[in-house]
């Protein structure tokens, strides 16, 4: 089975002064379906670009990404924007909810953007809120939400197109340690779930025995991964 996300040998630089500064040297991941990979590092390592090359938001120097089996430096703009919307979920930071809509409106808004119609958007949206235990949170817009259940919300509209990758950043920086422990099960259950080939970058290494792999970044480079047990 092809796995649903390659980084082959992945360099990417960015203009600094009169030389350029490596973000990722030579990186090489595969992530397998059904499987949660998390990348740890300090900070400047190079976790960000590597999430932001997964998800072709930015192109590499050299190398080779290949998403949901598209070889994307083959794709145009409009191409690999396309490719984003359909096949990948992106887990931001910061949930970033729209303080106007409803924990179910949030979600719908995705399916708009993929061209689907409302009525299979609403249905799509409240199995997913109910994946996630915010069945009764429907209705709730994000300032009657508690922290933990708004990134509860934020994983659930990365997975409202049915994407093939989902992309986590830092999912546990702004909660405490139980709740914190109870987002990284979540993930790790909806992987196993939904088949998603799942990167989580992340400081917090005190569950990461609930994942299948963990990478360590420095200075750009990737290390030997480890198959946790």
Not at 2 to 13: C, E, F, I, S, Y
Not at 18 to 46: F, Q, Y
Request: charged share 20%; glycine share 10%; with cysteine.
């Amino acid at each position: 089975m092809t796995a649903p996300l390659l980084l082959d040998r992945v360099t990417l630089t960015y203009p600094d002064g009169d030389g350029r500064l490596t973000a990722l040297d030579e990186v090489s991941l595969t992530v397998p379906p059904g499987t949660l990979t998390a990348c740890v590092g300090p900070s400047g390592s190079g976790k960000s670009s590597l999430l932001a090359v997964a998800a072709t938001l930015i192109a590499p120097d050299r190398g080779r990404v290949v998403l949901a089996g598209a070889e994307t430096g083959e794709l145009s703009a409009a191409e690999r924007a396309a490719l984003r919307r359909s096949r990948v979920g992106i887990v931001f930071q910061q949930p970033n909810l729209l303080p106007s809509l409803t924990a179910a409106e949030q979600l719908q808004v995705m399916a708009h953007l993929a061209g689907r119609g409302p009525g299979a958007a609403r249905a799509r949206a409240l199995d997913l809120l109910d994946a996630v235990g915010l069945a009764d949170r429907a209705d709730r817009r994000p300032h009657q939400l508690s922290g933990g259940q708004r990134q509860r919300v934020n994983i659930a509209r990365a997975l409202m197109n049915s994407p093939s990758v989902l992309l986590v950043d830092e999912p546990t920086s702004a909660l405490d340690h139980g709740r914190g422990a109870a987002v990284l099960d979540l993930l790790v259950r909806l992987t196993r779930e939904r088949g998603t080939a799942t990167v989580l970058v992340t400081h917090d290494v005190a569950h990461l025995s609930r994942v299948d792999h963990v990478v360590e970044m420095a200075d750009g480079r990737l290390g030997v991964g480890r198959v946790v047990s």
